[in-house]
Structures are given as C-alpha cells and as structure tokens.
C-alpha cells in the first residue's frame, strides 16, 4: 500500500457512502477546503485526525499510518491540465499570473505568496445569471533576503 492506494480508498468510499467533504472536515475539525486537501493526498495528518479519516471511510490501520506521513505533493499527472476545470486554473495563471506578480510585487516588494503559511475559502455565490464560485486565498508574504 501507498498514500496513492490511499487516496483511491478515500475517494471510493466517499462515492459508496455518498459522503461531502466539507461533513468530513465538520468531523475533522478543520476547513473544508485543508480536510479535502489531506484526503486527496497532500497534507500530513496528526493521528488524531488520520483516525477520523480512518474511521469516516472504513480504512485498514495501514491507511491510518500513511495518512500520517508527509506526501508527495503535486498530484497532477501532466504539467498541462487535461480536465477541464483544474485546466481554467492553469489557464488563470497564464492570463493574470503575470498581473499577480507585478501586482504583488508594487504591493510587498520582491517575493512570493507562501503556499505553506496559507488558506482558502471556497463558496457558491447565488447569482440570477448563474452561480459563481468564489475562491478566496490567502499566503502569507515571504520576501527574498539579501545576504
């Protein structure tokens, strides 16, 4: 067994059990948004948290113990997005990223948005002309040092 054949017994459980990841992050006691990161393999989890995930899904104790390792991260199989939504992120960096960069740097300074010290926050915003998401990220700045 790997932290991949984990995800996979998560992923099918939920479909089985017709669980929604923000319920399982009401369990875990974290955001929706950090709980369905760690179940789809990349945050570490304590044990305490590892054993809900085990518990929610009906894993094996082996399961327990790899969610509890630091994983691999970076879960995408091609460098270019083939599904369609992750694809529109992918897309969204390439039309603005450069306007993040100019925007964040006027702001800060030279540096970068932490993906480490960070949070998201995702909601369905109702709308006459069509429901929005709205994504809102939040990383701590971290400037270059001189030395």
Same mark, same amino acid.
């Given at each position: 067994?790997?932290?991949?054949?984990?995800?996979?017994?998560?992923?099918?459980?939920? !479909?089985?059990?017709?669980?929604?990841?923000?319920?399982?992050?009401?369990?875990?006691?974290?955001?929706?948004?950090? !709980?369905?990161?760690?179940?789809?393999?990349?945050?570490?989890?304590?044990?305490?948290?590892?054993?809900?995930?085990?518990?929610?899904?009906?894993?094996?104790?082996?399961?327990?113990?790899?969610?509890?390792?630091?994983? @691999?991260?970076?879960?995408?199989?091609?460098?270019?997005?083939?599904?369609?939504?992750?694809?529109?992120?992918?897309?969204?960096?390439? !039309? @603005?990223?450069?306007?993040?960069?100019?925007?964040?740097?006027?702001?800060?300074?030279?540096?970068?948005?932490?993906?480490?010290?960070?949070?998201?926050?995702?909601?369905?915003?109702?709308?006459?002309?069509?429901?929005? !998401?709205?994504?809102?990220?939040?990383?701590?700045?971290?400037?270059?040092?001189? @030395?």
């Amino acid at each position: 067994m790997n932290r991949e054949d984990v995800t996979d017994l998560i992923i099918e459980a939920k !479909v089985r059990q017709g669980i929604k990841w923000a319920d399982v992050a009401t369990q875990v006691g974290l955001s929706k948004e950090w !709980v369905t990161a760690a179940c789809l393999g990349q945050m570490t989890l304590n044990a305490e948290q590892a054993a809900t995930i085990g518990r929610i899904f009906d894993l094996p104790e082996e399961a327990v113990l790899w969610l509890q390792e630091v994983p @691999y991260k970076g879960s995408l199989p091609t460098s270019v997005p083939t599904d369609p939504l992750i694809y529109r992120f992918y897309e969204l960096v390439s !039309v @603005y990223g450069t306007t993040f960069k100019a925007l964040i740097h006027e702001e800060f300074g030279d540096g970068i948005m932490s993906a480490i010290d960070f949070k998201m926050d995702l909601q369905r915003e109702p709308n006459p002309a069509g429901d929005r !998401v709205s994504i809102v990220m939040s990383g701590k700045f971290l400037p270059y040092k001189t @030395y």
